[in-house]
């Protein structure tokens, strides 16, 4: 249980295999302090390189996609991203207003 000041941030990383340390070819932030707003498209640069440094950073991983194997001939379907993790941080909310008033 957490108390009423603490916030969940997630963190979707897209890669480009099932390895952590592969490189990120999408991404998405949600922030659940209501600090920061994120939409697609609004950077040209993912947060982390691989999913590696997010954990450095301190992000959780709390759920990776299952390795399917696809049926022959689907090799090349470009419907989703396979490689998909998420990562969480829990932040206090009087943290993540000083960051923000910071930047």
Known sequence: MTDSNTR??????????????????????????????????DNDTPPYKNGLDALVDGWRLIQASPLITHVPGNEYRTDYLKYEFFFEKMVSLADSSAETTNE
């Open 8 to 41: 969940q941030q997630v963190l979707v990383l897209y890669l480009a295999t099932s390895a952590l340390d592969t490189h990120v070819v999408g991404w998405a932030n949600y922030d659940g302090t209501g600090q920061n707003f994120h939409m697609a498209g």
